[in-house]
Protein backbone atom coordinates (compact mmCIF):
# COMPACT_ATOMS: atom_id res chain seq x y z
CA UNK A 1 0.00 0.00 0.00
CA UNK A 2 1.78 3.31 -1.28
CA UNK A 3 -0.61 5.64 0.54
CA UNK A 4 1.15 9.00 0.36
CA UNK A 5 4.40 9.49 -1.43
CA UNK A 6 6.83 12.40 -1.47
CA UNK A 7 9.69 12.78 -3.16
CA UNK A 8 12.36 14.14 -3.02
CA UNK A 9 13.28 12.87 0.67
CA UNK A 10 16.19 15.16 0.81
CA UNK A 11 17.28 18.33 -1.03
CA UNK A 12 19.42 21.06 -0.80
CA UNK A 13 19.42 24.48 -2.34
CA UNK A 14 21.06 27.60 -3.00
CA UNK A 15 19.09 30.80 -2.58
CA UNK A 16 17.18 32.00 -5.31
CA UNK A 17 16.57 28.30 -6.96
CA UNK A 18 13.48 26.90 -8.06
CA UNK A 19 12.18 23.61 -7.19
CA UNK A 20 8.86 21.66 -6.82
CA UNK A 21 8.11 18.48 -4.38
CA UNK A 22 5.73 16.32 -5.26
CA UNK A 23 3.30 14.41 -3.89
CA UNK A 24 1.03 11.81 -5.00
CA UNK A 25 -1.64 9.64 -3.39
CA UNK A 26 -3.37 6.08 -4.52
CA UNK A 27 -6.17 6.39 -1.64
CA UNK A 28 -8.77 8.48 -4.00
CA UNK A 29 -8.63 11.29 -1.76
CA UNK A 30 -10.21 14.66 -2.47
CA UNK A 31 -8.47 16.26 0.09
CA UNK A 32 -4.37 17.52 0.11
CA UNK A 33 -2.28 19.65 1.85
CA UNK A 34 1.22 20.62 2.32
CA UNK A 35 2.58 21.29 6.03
CA UNK A 36 6.25 22.73 7.10
CA UNK A 37 7.52 21.35 10.20
CA UNK A 38 9.86 23.91 12.06
CA UNK A 39 11.00 23.14 15.89
CA UNK A 40 9.26 24.94 18.44
CA UNK A 41 6.14 25.46 15.34
CA UNK A 42 5.08 22.55 15.35
CA UNK A 43 2.80 22.10 12.30
CA UNK A 44 1.90 24.86 9.86
CA UNK A 45 -0.50 24.80 7.46
CA UNK A 46 1.15 26.01 3.52
CA UNK A 47 -1.88 25.11 1.25
CA UNK A 48 -4.82 22.86 0.63
CA UNK A 49 -7.15 21.51 -1.82
CA UNK A 50 -10.54 20.10 -1.66
CA UNK A 51 -10.51 18.71 -5.34
CA UNK A 52 -8.66 18.73 -9.00
CA UNK A 53 -8.60 22.24 -10.15
CA UNK A 54 -9.58 23.92 -6.41
CA UNK A 55 -6.72 25.08 -4.16
CA UNK A 56 -6.43 27.56 -1.15
CA UNK A 57 -3.72 29.19 1.00
CA UNK A 58 -3.05 28.19 4.59
CA UNK A 59 -1.65 29.74 7.27
CA UNK A 60 2.27 30.30 5.55
CA UNK A 61 1.70 30.45 2.05
CA UNK A 62 4.12 33.21 1.10
CA UNK A 63 7.04 31.75 -0.95
CA UNK A 64 4.98 28.47 -2.04
CA UNK A 65 2.38 27.85 -5.39
CA UNK A 66 0.54 24.70 -5.82
CA UNK A 67 -1.95 23.47 -8.16
CA UNK A 68 -4.49 20.53 -8.09
CA UNK A 69 -4.62 19.21 -11.71
CA UNK A 70 -5.68 15.46 -10.70
CA UNK A 71 -6.98 14.01 -7.59
CA UNK A 72 -3.61 12.20 -7.47
CA UNK A 73 -1.41 14.39 -7.25
CA UNK A 74 -0.24 18.02 -5.32
CA UNK A 75 3.24 19.35 -6.49
CA UNK A 76 4.09 22.32 -3.90
CA UNK A 77 6.63 24.64 -5.82
CA UNK A 78 9.26 26.85 -4.34
CA UNK A 79 9.73 30.19 -6.70
CA UNK A 80 12.34 31.79 -5.24
CA UNK A 81 14.06 29.63 -2.50
CA UNK A 82 15.46 31.60 0.73
CA UNK A 83 17.39 29.78 3.92
CA UNK A 84 13.76 30.67 6.13
CA UNK A 85 12.59 28.29 4.12
CA UNK A 86 14.73 25.14 5.38
CA UNK A 87 11.98 22.87 6.61
CA UNK A 88 10.67 19.03 7.02
CA UNK A 89 7.99 19.33 4.80
CA UNK A 90 5.15 17.10 4.57
CA UNK A 91 2.22 16.56 2.28
CA UNK A 92 -1.12 15.06 3.39
CA UNK A 93 -4.62 14.13 2.33
CA UNK A 94 -7.62 12.52 3.85
CA UNK A 95 -11.21 11.79 2.25
CA UNK A 96 -13.39 15.07 2.41
CA UNK A 97 -16.71 13.34 3.42
CA UNK A 98 -17.07 11.03 6.43
CA UNK A 99 -16.42 14.34 8.78
CA UNK A 100 -13.39 12.75 11.27
CA UNK A 101 -10.72 14.51 9.37
CA UNK A 102 -8.32 11.79 9.74
CA UNK A 103 -4.70 13.36 7.87
CA UNK A 104 -2.43 10.58 6.00
CA UNK A 105 1.03 11.39 5.95
CA UNK A 106 4.18 10.99 3.54
CA UNK A 107 7.24 10.63 5.29
CA UNK A 108 8.45 13.90 4.34
CA UNK A 109 10.58 15.87 2.53
CA UNK A 110 13.94 17.79 4.25
CA UNK A 111 14.91 20.76 2.39
CA UNK A 112 18.29 23.22 3.13
CA UNK A 113 18.32 26.12 1.75
CA UNK A 114 22.37 27.47 1.68
CA UNK B 1 -10.94 30.70 17.15
CA UNK B 2 -10.50 27.00 17.92
CA UNK B 3 -6.99 25.79 19.34
CA UNK B 4 -5.16 22.99 20.96
CA UNK B 5 -2.76 23.44 23.93
CA UNK B 6 -0.67 20.58 25.00
CA UNK B 7 1.99 20.07 27.47
CA UNK B 8 5.45 21.32 26.53
CA UNK B 9 7.94 18.56 26.41
CA UNK B 10 10.57 16.96 26.92
CA UNK B 11 9.24 14.04 29.12
CA UNK B 12 11.73 11.47 29.90
CA UNK B 13 10.42 8.13 31.81
CA UNK B 14 12.06 4.83 31.97
CA UNK B 15 10.31 2.23 30.55
CA UNK B 16 7.50 0.33 31.96
CA UNK B 17 6.36 3.96 33.67
CA UNK B 18 3.08 5.16 33.34
CA UNK B 19 2.59 8.22 30.96
CA UNK B 20 0.20 11.18 30.66
CA UNK B 21 0.45 13.98 28.16
CA UNK B 22 -2.24 16.88 28.72
CA UNK B 23 -4.11 18.17 25.99
CA UNK B 24 -6.72 20.97 26.26
CA UNK B 25 -8.59 22.42 23.52
CA UNK B 26 -11.21 25.31 22.49
CA UNK B 27 -13.92 25.05 19.88
CA UNK B 28 -16.90 25.77 19.05
CA UNK B 29 -19.45 23.07 18.21
CA UNK B 30 -18.13 19.64 17.98
CA UNK B 31 -15.01 18.75 16.47
CA UNK B 32 -13.55 15.38 16.68
CA UNK B 33 -10.18 14.83 18.36
CA UNK B 34 -7.07 12.95 17.82
CA UNK B 35 -3.85 12.10 18.37
CA UNK B 36 -0.81 11.79 15.86
CA UNK B 37 2.35 10.28 16.35
CA UNK B 38 5.65 11.04 14.60
CA UNK B 39 8.55 8.37 14.93
CA UNK B 40 12.39 9.39 14.49
CA UNK B 41 12.65 10.25 10.78
CA UNK B 42 9.00 9.36 10.19
CA UNK B 43 6.15 11.14 9.09
CA UNK B 44 3.16 11.66 11.17
CA UNK B 45 0.16 8.75 11.79
CA UNK B 46 -2.71 8.67 13.31
CA UNK B 47 -2.41 7.33 16.83
CA UNK B 48 -6.09 7.14 17.60
CA UNK B 49 -9.10 9.35 17.68
CA UNK B 50 -12.05 10.46 18.98
CA UNK B 51 -15.87 11.86 17.34
CA UNK B 52 -18.04 12.95 20.43
CA UNK B 53 -18.04 13.45 23.85
CA UNK B 54 -16.93 10.75 26.49
CA UNK B 55 -15.44 8.53 23.32
CA UNK B 56 -12.47 6.64 24.03
CA UNK B 57 -9.97 6.58 22.13
CA UNK B 58 -7.37 3.64 21.98
CA UNK B 59 -4.90 1.65 20.42
CA UNK B 60 -1.70 -0.15 21.12
CA UNK B 61 -2.09 0.61 24.72
CA UNK B 62 -2.68 4.26 24.58
CA UNK B 63 -6.14 5.80 25.55
CA UNK B 64 -7.17 9.11 25.27
CA UNK B 65 -11.23 10.23 26.24
CA UNK B 66 -13.03 12.92 24.93
CA UNK B 67 -13.92 15.42 27.96
CA UNK B 68 -16.66 17.97 26.95
CA UNK B 69 -16.91 19.40 30.55
CA UNK B 70 -13.02 20.30 30.86
CA UNK B 71 -12.38 20.36 27.24
CA UNK B 72 -9.52 18.09 27.60
CA UNK B 73 -8.09 15.07 25.79
CA UNK B 74 -5.40 13.93 27.46
CA UNK B 75 -3.36 10.52 26.70
CA UNK B 76 -2.24 7.98 28.45
CA UNK B 77 -0.28 4.45 28.60
CA UNK B 78 0.10 2.12 31.70
CA UNK B 79 3.79 0.95 30.94
CA UNK B 80 5.56 2.55 27.81
CA UNK B 81 8.55 1.07 25.69
CA UNK B 82 11.41 2.34 24.38
CA UNK B 83 9.72 1.34 21.15
CA UNK B 84 6.96 4.86 22.10
CA UNK B 85 9.87 7.45 22.29
CA UNK B 86 8.58 9.83 19.44
CA UNK B 87 6.75 13.20 19.55
CA UNK B 88 2.90 13.04 19.89
CA UNK B 89 0.90 15.91 18.88
CA UNK B 90 -3.39 16.49 19.51
CA UNK B 91 -4.94 17.82 17.44
CA UNK B 92 -8.96 18.47 16.29
CA UNK B 93 -10.47 18.70 13.33
CA UNK B 94 -12.01 22.00 12.23
CA UNK B 95 -15.40 22.77 9.59
CA UNK B 96 -13.70 26.17 7.91
CA UNK B 97 -15.36 28.27 5.57
CA UNK B 98 -16.93 26.94 2.50
CA UNK B 99 -16.66 23.42 4.17
CA UNK B 100 -13.14 22.57 3.69
CA UNK B 101 -11.73 20.38 6.50
CA UNK B 102 -8.42 21.56 8.46
CA UNK B 103 -6.87 20.39 11.59
CA UNK B 104 -5.72 22.27 14.72
CA UNK B 105 -2.53 21.13 15.57
CA UNK B 106 -1.25 21.39 19.63
CA UNK B 107 2.76 22.13 19.05
CA UNK B 108 3.61 18.53 19.99
CA UNK B 109 5.11 16.80 23.05
CA UNK B 110 8.84 14.63 22.68
CA UNK B 111 9.09 11.62 24.83
CA UNK B 112 12.02 9.59 25.65
CA UNK B 113 11.87 6.47 27.27
CA UNK B 114 15.05 4.98 28.49
CA UNK B 115 15.58 1.80 29.28
Known amino acids: NAGVTQTPKFQVLKTGQSMTLQCAQD?????MSWYRQDPGMGLRLIHY???????DQGEVPNGYNVSRSTTEDFPLRLLSAAPSQTSVYFC?????????????FGEGSRLTVL | GNSVTQMEGPVTLSEEAFLTINCTYTATGYPSLFWYVQYPGEGLQLLLKATKADDKGSNKGFEATYRKETTSFHLEKGSVQVSDSAVYFC????WGAGNNRKLIWGLGTSLAVNP
Open chain 1, 27 to 31: MNHEY
Open chain 2, 91 to 94: ALSD
Open chain 1, 92 to 104: ASSSRTGGTGELF
Open chain 1, 49 to 55: SVGAGIT
